[in-house]
T-cell receptor, first 112, second 116 residues
């Protein structure tokens, strides 16, 4: 079992729809969770961070965390073609190490 | 401008050659990290440093070496012992002062390394 798992996709949604991206993690003690967006050939860019159970909203993005079920999700409302990218889920495990463990990413395609 | 600068953007390595990738930051961040990304894959941790003159191995350190002599700089050397070095190398930083690690990492633009 991978430490951080994501469906590789591609996830295809029409413009204006809600895109739902999911991520599960194996370390029950994980504390911090991040979503990064990565355009093809570019470096990852931080979109959202979430540390507590529940929802966190920032503009068109909502991160959802459920520690009991060990999953974190990202909702993108009113999806735009410019949202087409790979979305990486990253988790800080419950160790002294501050480095993150990344999933392999979900590729999102927003169809105009 | 504050930021993380990686150079060069593209690098080619000959057989048996060591190459060094540069990462410089002026964000005054304590922690710095090196990741490797292969096509269609997530990021894998090579080395990280939480303070000057100290660094730790990540998950795939074999064939790589680092130094952290200055807060601003964390160069990565890909040695000839790394048999499959072709990848996208990403340097990241974080403030690193929160004991829970609640400081997200920010990335440089990356270096693409290929074998000649």
């Amino acid at each position: 079992q991978k430490e951080v798992e994501q469906n590789s996709g591609p996830l295809s949604v029409p413009e204006g729809a809600i895109a739902s991206l999911n991520c599960t993690y194996s370390d029950r003690g994980s504390q911090s969770f991040f979503w990064y967006r990565q355009y093809s050939g570019k470096s990852p860019e931080l979109i959202m961070s979430i540390y507590s159970n529940g929802d966190k909203e920032d503009g068109r993005f909502t991160a959802q965390l459920n520690k009991a079920s060990q999953y974190v999700s990202l909702l993108i409302r009113d999806s735009q073609p410019s949202d087409s990218a790979t979305y990486l889920c990253a988790v800080k495990k419950d160790t002294g190490r501050r480095a993150l463990t990344f999933g392999s990413g979900t590729r999102l395609q927003v169809q105009p | 401008d504050g930021g993380i600068t990686q150079s060069p953007k593209y690098l080619f390595r000959k057989e048996g050659q060591n190459v060094t990738l540069s990462c410089e930051q002026n964000l005054n961040h304590d922690a710095m990290y090196w990741y490797r990304q292969d096509p269609g894959q997530g990021l894998r941790l090579i080395y990280y440093s939480q303070i000057v003159n100290d660094f730790q191995k990540g998950d795939i350190a074999e064939g790589y070496s680092v130094s952290r002599e200055k807060k601003e700089s964390f160069p990565l050397t890909v040695t000839s012992a790394q048999k499959n070095p072709t990848a996208f190398y990403l340097c990241a930083t974080s403030i690193g002062t929160d004991s829970l690690g609640n400081q997200p990492q920010h990335f440089g633009d990356g270096t693409r390394l290929s074998i000649l």
